[in-house]
DNA sequence: GCAGTGTATGTCAGAAATGACATATTCGCA
DNA sequence: TGCGAATATGTCATTTCTGACATACACTGC
């Protein structure tokens, strides 16, 4: 898919490959991987806080366990949205969630 | 899906659909949507603001056209994941993004 | 009018994420 | 030590998201 893309844009006459655009993405990719860590670090702390088990808050978000541990593992397989569902759903406050999108 | 696991989740005796769950679910998802829309918002601010097309974005995050279209029309096939994609790739800089979650 | 530029909407095949399950591992604690 | 609870890891069928494309619509200046 990103490589059909490349091969695609590269046929259209783009710079494709190049540094800058090299840079320019991993560090995008940085910034988002870093944002995940951050909130996935907030999961994790939240849900200690409130004495709930990875099963209790699996229920609470109608997940499972093994999604849980992903979660908190930062399993490449999860994505934002799930982190932020389950950082609602163990009870963090507006206010933890913007604590968390500030360390970072 | 949902209403599989609904099923499952009665058959193994959990009380499901009770006002307490309904609204509680309900509450969690509005947050997330909440959440979203602000992200969206921000997106599209972020973009305008630098004087990007949705076709400049699109390559930038090597992505389509439609796709940014969708992201801020609040297309519900758009993920949390896509739309913070677009926000940095638009040039948002960290405080944006926390200024996005704070105005929720 | 109508050409050009930007945005919106619908569709779809392929890719990615999900819940569920089995099973393994770790961690107290008696 | 061994037992139970919690957490981790691997797999997989099904669901959801994605880029791509076609095409429609909106707006601006000619």
Redesign the interface.
Same mark, same amino acid.
């Given at each position: 898919m @990103?490589k059909n #893309?490349i091969e695609r844009l590269k046929a259209d006459g783009w710079k494709v490959g190049s540094a800058e655009d090299f840079l320019q993405l991993s560090d995008?990719e940085a @910034? &988002?991987v870093a &944002?995940k860590l951050s909130l996935i670090s907030a999961v994790k702390k939240s849900r200690i806080k409130r004495k709930l088990s990875q099963i209790d808050l699996a229920q609470r978000? #109608?997940s499972s366990q093994s999604r849980i541990a992903k979660i908190e593992a930062g399993d490449p397989s999860v994505? &934002?949205?799930l982190i932020? @569902?389950a950082l $609602?759903?163990s009870g963090a406050t =507006?206010r933890d $969630?913007?604590v968390a999108? =500030?360390t970072?």
């Open positions: @990103r #893309k995008e @910034r &988002l &944002l978000m #109608k994505s &934002l949205d932020v @569902r $609602i759903a =507006t $969630i913007q999108f =500030t970072n």
